[in-house]
């Protein structure tokens, strides 16, 4: 079946995937191989640039490979590779930041706020972060990249990179990239109020067991307006409920909506159906996941297989870059 065009993401190795990640990116990952080719590439050179995601680098790479094998990434279409596998990048990124003004790389608001979380590692390949993700992107000649809307500014400036790239060295080997934002915005953790993450510690993992994830859910923030059990509740504010409407069955989520708005239904009751739902819909992940374990060979064949075929790819366009540049 011939293909819409190409897709390339690039995903941190930050630890074992989450609610949000899924629901962010992930899913939206697994749907477009219906209609792109598409590239999806484990970034650990951009992990390099925070020292603590560079701690367990190789583990975190190896549970992120798995959780996309699981979630349903398919490797005999889909290119799934790790970043440093195929050195290209590196040598499109310094030709890259031959057309790149500095200032505009410290006025972006990701590198301002990367400044802020970490006052003291402000490294040159932070300044750059940028740039190897425009060389991810154009290295494979990117149709779309579906990403979060925090990564737009990264986006527009691949984009800005693409015409300085071609102008300069008057060619159109580059092709501008679009974006496509995942339609869901910012999933909130456990507390109900910050963007779901590792770091805060308000994350439900994929991979937990039903009974861990069942603890989590317990957990979780509700209305908080509603202070008793007799208070009627206002799921239009509620983060459970929000979850309810993405893994629950319609019905039922029409029934807690009536129910929690005259207090027939309390809070826990509510947060156990929410566990149980979830429990329901991980299943066949989690069965996938521990299926994929239990063949150590596995992922890492597929990411060398991937690499492979990336390798291919990128060589080719920079073979044109090359060229293009003129190097002797
Ligand atoms: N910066 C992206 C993020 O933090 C990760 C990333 C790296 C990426 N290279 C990319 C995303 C290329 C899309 C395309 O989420």
């Known amino acids: 079946m011939a293909?819409?065009?190409?897709?390339?993401?690039?995903?941190?190795?930050?630890?074992?995937?989450?609610?949000?990640?899924?629901?962010?990116?992930?899913?939206?990952?697994?749907?477009?191989?219906?209609?792109?080719?598409?590239?999806y590439c484990i970034v650990d050179l951009h992990a390099l640039t925070t020292v603590e995601d560079t701690l367990n680098l190789k583990q975190n790479t190896y549970d992120l490979a798995l959780d996309l094998l699981a979630v349903g990434i398919r490797p005999e279409e889909t290119i799934l590779f790790v970043q440093s596998h195929v050195p290209q990048?590196?040598?499109?990124?310094?030709?890259?930041?031959m057309v790149t003004p500095l200032g505009k790389l410290t006025e972006l608001p990701t590198f301002k706020e990367m400044v802020r979380h970490n006052p003291n590692n402000v490294n040159y390949g932070l300044v750059g972060y940028p740039v190897l993700m425009s060389?991810?992107?154009?290295?494979y000649k990117t149709d779309l990249v579906p990403v979060g809307i925090d990564q737009a500014p990264h986006l527009e400036f691949a984009r800005e990179t693409v015409r300085s790239f071609n102008y300069r060295y008057n060619t159109n080997v580059l092709i501008e990239p679009q974006m496509k934002a995942a339609e869901v915005q910012k999933v909130l953790g456990i507390d109900g109020k910050e963007k779901m993450g590792k770091s805060l510690n308000n994350h439900i993992e994929l991979a937990a067991t039903p009974e861990e994830?069942?603890?989590?859910?317990?957990?979780?923030?509700?209305d908080?307006?509603?202070?008793?059990?007799?208070?009627?509740?206002?799921?239009?504010?509620?983060?459970?409920?929000?979850?309810?409407?993405?893994?629950?069955?319609?019905?039922?989520?029409?029934?807690?909506?009536?129910?929690?708005?005259?207090?027939?239904?309390?809070?826990?009751?509510?947060?156990?159906?929410?566990a149980e739902s979830l429990n329901k819909t991980l299943e066949p992940f989690r069965a996938k996941r521990a299926e994929i374990a239990a063949q150590p060979d596995l992922v890492p064949a597929v990411l060398a297989d991937g690499a492979d075929r990336a390798r291919a790819i990128a060589e080719k366009t920079m073979q044109e870059v090359r060229e293009a540049v003129q190097l002797p």
């Open 135 to 139: 060389a991810d992107i154009l290295l």
């Open 213 to 222: 994830t069942r603890q989590r859910v317990m957990m979780m923030v509700t």
């Open 3 to 39: 293909k819409k065009g190409r897709v390339f993401s690039g995903i941190r190795p930050t630890g074992r995937a989450h609610l949000g990640n899924y629901l962010g990116a992930f899913k939206n990952y697994v749907a477009l191989q219906e209609d792109y080719e598409c590239v």
């Open 89 to 97: 990048v590196t040598e499109l990124h310094i030709l890259l930041s």
């Open 224 to 274: 908080p307006q509603r202070m008793k059990r007799t208070d009627p509740g206002n799921p239009d504010v509620c983060n459970v409920f929000t979850l309810h409407k993405v893994f629950t069955p319609k019905e039922d989520v029409e029934m807690i909506n009536v129910e929690c708005r005259r207090a027939g239904i309390g809070c826990v009751d509510c947060k156990k159906r929410f």
